[in-house]
């Protein structure tokens, strides 16, 4: 069997190291935040090249909380995409604003920044790009259309830790960045985790009070806050992590590499790497007017394969609430029924790689 992803390979690698890590906190007892949460913060922070970061328990909470931050709340319009995992939509729910759709760009499958302006009202307040699959969106002139109207970004960098957009970050260029790092992510915690990167101070000093009850203070309630803290394992198991991420990456972008290049020539099209971006390819996805049935093939020989995603946001029953119908977004419909995402790690062999391409030459 060629597995989809093998958390286990990547675990026996650094075992030592994380076993160690883990067994110094539960020594320390510093089980929810604590000073190795506070440690990965700054690294992170770092690695994102921003000056904060607010380490939270997920991905969603995350977002939710740099809604809040943003001050998006009910009565406000938050223009995104529909081509996502759902989490993105759902934070922009929580806060009681009301998502907006707009179409992706062919080549990257990220938010179109020509599709943007039409979509701004005099309610809009936010731009949430998703960084997909690794790939940044067009961060450019999203920034620029965002600060001729006066709105905020926030960047959905959940699939896109140490991504670039023309050598800076993921997180970094808009107002404040959303990773997640449950484990399946290219940087995933034993557990759930997440973070919000910014460099401004206020928004901070908001998140930090909101993840932990909205108290400064503890017992001293000034906001109406969350349990939204990180806990303290997830921060030490991190930590570790996060010294191997750049490893793990070149792996990953060496392995989409043998991928691309093995296809050349074959019926279905491999993902595009733009000229602005460095891709770390959380996932590696393929397209393919014959989805369904190579899914099948690959199916019968043991190739674990994903969809991601098989029904756009738009079209989900959890959102008819937002009014929108199947025609509304024709490229994100016609790419939702014609992408297949490859098995990708850091610890897929070369071997596996052109197996999984014999398959697909064979179909
Ligand atoms: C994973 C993911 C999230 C949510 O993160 P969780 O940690 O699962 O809550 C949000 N947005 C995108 C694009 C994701 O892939």
């Known amino acids: 069997m060629i597995r989809f992803v093998d958390l286990k390979a990547q675990y026996h690698g650094i075992k030592e190291e994380i076993d160690s890590a883990v067994m110094s906190v539960l020594e320390s007892t510093q089980f929810v935040l604590g000073k190795e949460v506070a440690s990965f913060e700054e690294e992170f922070a770092d690695y994102c090249q921003v000056k904060h970061g607010v380490a939270v328990n997920s991905g969603t909470s995350a977002l939710h909380l740099a809604f809040l931050a943003a001050g998006i709340g009910p009565g406000d319009e938050v223009i995104t995409v529909p081509n996502t995992f759902i989490a993105t939509v759902a934070a922009i729910c929580y806060t009681g604003a009301t998502p907006v ?38 961060m450019d002139p999203i920034m620029t259309i965002a600060r001729k109207h006066n709105l905020l970004v926030i960047e ?20 404040l960045g959303c990773f997640s790092f449950y484990p399946g992510k290219n940087l995933g915690a034993y557990g759930e985790g997440g973070l919000v990167t910014t460099n401004n101070p206020e928004y901070v000093k908001t998140m ?16 109406k806050g969350y349990n939204y803290r990180m806990e303290g394992m997830q921060g030490a198991i991190l930590r570790v992590k996060l010294r191997h991420l ?40 393929i397209r393919t007017p014959q989805r369904d049935a190579l899914q099948k093939a690959l199916q019968s020989k043991d190739i674990q394969n994903g969809i991601h995603y098989p029904i756009p946001v738009h079209l989900q029953k959890a959102h008819a609430d937002l009014g929108y119908k199947r025609g509304d977004f024709p490229l994100t419909e016609q790419v939702a029924d014609e992408i297949l995402s490859l098995p990708m790690y850091a ?3 070369n071997a596996d790689i052109r197996q999984v391409v014999e398959a697909i030459q064979a179909f």
Do not use: C
């Open 101 to 138: 759709f707009v179409e992706m760009d062919e080549k990257s499958f990220t938010m179109d920044p020509q599709k943007i302006e039409a979509a701004i009202t005099n309610r809009t307040k936010a731009i949430v790009p998703v960084h997909l699959f690794g790939q940044m969106a067009d």
């Open 156 to 175: 959905d960098a959940a699939q896109a830790h140490g991504a670039e957009y023309k050598g800076r970050r993921a997180g970094s260029i808009g107002d």
């Open 208 to 223: 930090r009070m909101l993840r932990d009850w909205g108290a400064e203070t503890k017992y001293y309630h000034d906001l």
């Open 246 to 285: 750049e490893k793990w990456i070149e792996a990953r972008r060496a392995h989409a590499a043998l991928y691309t290049s093995l296809l050349k020539g074959s019926s279905v099209a491999p993902p595009q790497e733009m000229d602005y971006a460095h891709h770390v390819y959380h996932l590696y996805v």
């Open 347 to 349: 610890e897929l062999s």
